[in-house]
């Protein structure tokens, strides 16, 4: 399968298959006006299968979001058809509105405006607590 | 702007700075009567909780300033459906200091991240209530004169009990700290509680189910409330609540300097034959609870730049 290689935008590489849609979603992209491409299980040496999500443009992109559900992957920006940066990726110390507390007794169940901010509390374990409530992000 | 939402917001340090002030203010009452002429608490108690309200306002009396707020939600704007950041905002404009007691976590850090005074967690739910550990560490300071070095026991509801996990969290940076866990088996230390506090910092700690047993070891004996509203079925708790009474045959293996403490208010867990014993520290714990308010309401203003000390 073909999908033409992108002039100017970014492209992220080397998603382990299936966590495409996911990323897709928590990115926001369907938001976006221009082409997005999402291509599933494609053969990698590396990984075996992968998934590749490209955008027609040059977008401020949430690393945090990645570093999170997909630290592997790799972030590519492209500028008149060249690789001109390579993002790398981490847990990240903080997550707004990724994760939300489930709590029923945290104040983000009765206050609705308030954002869901977790906090990493244990890079090794990689567990994320509330910042309200500290109950575990599972 | 500094806040008090969880214990561990103070190094120890900072709480040996709070016990040190506190110390002082027994010993000088008068020196402090007017520390705080001018300024004045907001208690903002979104849940009826007396005995803490009454505590915050005694310590603002007792350094001079005033007291405006509320004692239940249905009085306040959160009854028309206010935010607690707008709450903050407004109190804000009103008073110098808010002290927030909330049924929601995290509510008092809600507060505190858009109000432009400082805010003193009196109590979110079943999450924190630090000012309780505040007035636990001077008890115990006061009577051992240290805050390290001693074993602690910890009796009743460890599985609920805020108080419990709070003060564990506190003593956990102290040397030399043992730990003995008595509580029947549907009420142990949460296994997190373990791991992250007792385990994370060496703690040695034993559990139990028997109170009698480890009596003899004990420096100080936290003792708690079995907690209706904790339960989910009235059975449990009836089965429960009666788990440990404490009365003076138990205490026939203790040190006689053992420390016995209670956060209050007590059902029938200590019996009241206890109160005259010189181990028992429950009424003068709730009186040091004061004294360290009124150092924590100091040391607030005055890292927030509003009172001379
Ligand atoms: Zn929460």
């Known amino acids: 399968m073909n999908i033409d290689a992108i002039k100017n935008g970014i492209v992220i590489d080397h998603i382990t298959a299936g966590l495409g849609m996911k990323l897709y979603d928590l990115l926001e992209l369907e938001s976006l006006d221009c082409s997005v491409a999402i291509i599933k299980n494609v053969s990698s040496p590396k990984l075996g299968r992968k998934d590749i999500i490209k955008i027609d443009a040059d977008i401020p992109i949430n690393l945090n979001v990645i570093g999170y559900v997909d630290p592997g992957a790799t972030v590519n920006r492209i500028r008149d058809g060249f690789t001109i940066e390579k993002k790398k990726l981490e847990l990240p110390e903080k997550l707004v509105n990724v994760l939300f507390c489930k709590n029923p007794r945290c104040i983000t169940s009765t206050e609705q405006e308030l954002k869901h901010v977790f906090k990493l509390t244990d890079r090794k374990n990689r567990i994320y607590r509330c910042l309200y409530c500290e109950t575990k992000a599972n | ?309």
């Open chain 2, 1 to 309: 702007m500094k806040h008090l939402i969880d214990i561990l917001d103070f190094s120890v340090e900072e709480l040996q700075e709070l016990i040190d002030t506190a110390n002082d203010i027994i010993d000088h009452p008068k020196a402090y009567s007017e520390r705080c002429k001018g300024k004045k608490l907001a208690t903002l108690f979104f849940e009826p909780s007396t005995r803490t309200r009454l505590s915050f306002e005694a310590a603002m009396y007792d350094l001079g300033g005033n007291v405006i707020g509320f004692s239940e939600a249905q009085s306040s704007s959160a009854a028309k459906g206010e935010s607690v950041a707008d709450t903050a905002k407004v109190i804000s404009c009103y008073a110098d200091i808010i002290a927030m007691r909330h049924p929601k976590e995290g509510a008092p850090l809600v507060a505190a991240m858009n109000a432009s005074i400082p805010v003193i967690n009196a109590g979110d739910g079943g999450h924190n209530h630090p000012t309780q550990t505040l007035a636990d560490l001077l008890t115990i300071y006061r009577e051992k004169g240290r805050l390290s070095n001693m074993t602690v026991g910890f009796c009743g509801d460890l599985k609920f009990g805020r108080t419990v996990h709070s003060l564990i969290n506190a003593l956990s940076r102290y040397e030399g700290i043992k730990v003995v866990l008595i509580s029947p088996e549907e009420l142990k230390l949460p296994s997190y509680v373990k791991k992250d506090i007792l385990k994370e910092h060496d703690i040695p700690y034993v559990q139990t189910s028997d109170l009698e047993s480890i009596m003899s070891g004990l420096d100080v004996l936290y003792m708690t409330r079995v907690q209706r509203e904790r339960f989910f079925n009235e059975e449990d708790y009836l089965r429960l609540k009666d788990s440990y009474i404490l009365t003076p045959d138990k205490l026939n293996n203790a040190k006689t300097d053992l420390s016995i403490l209670h956060p209050l208010p007590r059902v029938n867990e200590i019996s009241v034959e206890i109160d005259s014993d010189p181990r028992a520290c429950y009424f003068k714990q709730v009186l040091y609870g004061k004294y360290m308010r009124m150092a924590l309401i100091l040391k607030l203003l005055k890292e927030a730049g509003n009172c001379e000390y």
